[in-house]
């Protein structure tokens, strides 16, 4: 369980296909030697399993299923990565309670700036829009958000300076692909509609 407040944002140092899946190495500021093998951290949105570490890197492995499901596929060696370490009993709650399962993956329509803020248009597919609730929350890229506004299958939000700085969300621009985990409570709240 996640909270969608990013920690740190790592770097991918190394990809490589394996016989079972693609394994990635990622390097971080956190500190290693207290991240146990098969612990869980976020990526991007994707709870991944620790599988490996150095002093200052970890190794995942990654299921075809992940890489199809999500923009994981596209990584390289390089890129930025949003990272959360898991929720503790007692930690505080900055965001809201996030799986670290990607629903879907969305496209950035538009980036604007307003004052120093930028407000993001993001088109979601089909069916996961009718969960998507105005005032409600999103995950992007790992990140918690609040939604502003719904129009059929494009949400739009808001992201403070203080996000756009230390979060990969200072990459979006028109046509980018990212990862969205919908809020928790809409998905169980939706079933149950459809149940009863």
């Not at 700036?113 to 979601?124: D, T």
């Not at 719904?150 to 990862?179: K, Q």
């Amino acid at each position: 369980m996640f909270t969608g407040i990013v920690t740190d944002v790592g770097r991918v140092r190394a990809v490589r296909d394996t016989d079972r899946d693609r394994r990635f190495e990622i390097e971080t500021a956190f500190e290693v030697a207290g991240i146990d093998i098969g612990a869980s951290i976020s990526h991007a949105g994707c709870c991944l399993t620790v599988v490996d570490k150095g002093d200052t890197w970890f190794a995942v492995e990654v299921s075809g299923e992940t890489l199809s499901a999500s923009t994981l596929g596209d990584w390289t060696e390089g890129r930025p990565v949003n990272l959360e370490r898991a929720a503790k009993v007692g930690d505080e709650l900055g965001g809201h309670i996030v799986s670290g399962h990607v629903d879907g993956v969305g496209e950035v329509l538009s980036v604007i700036a307003e004052g120093g803020s930028r407000r993001v248009r993001i088109r979601v597919p089909r069916p996961l829009h009718r969960y998507i609730a105005s005032k409600g929350s999103i995950a992007v890229e790992g990140v918690s958000l609040t939604v502003n506004e719904v129009e059929d299958d494009v949400f739009g939000v808001n992201l403070i300076p203080h996000t756009w700085e230390v979060t990969t969300l200072d990459a979006l621009a028109p046509g980018v692909r990212v990862n969205l985990e919908i809020d928790m409570l809409a998905r169980y709240l939706a079933r149950w509609r459809e149940t009863a």
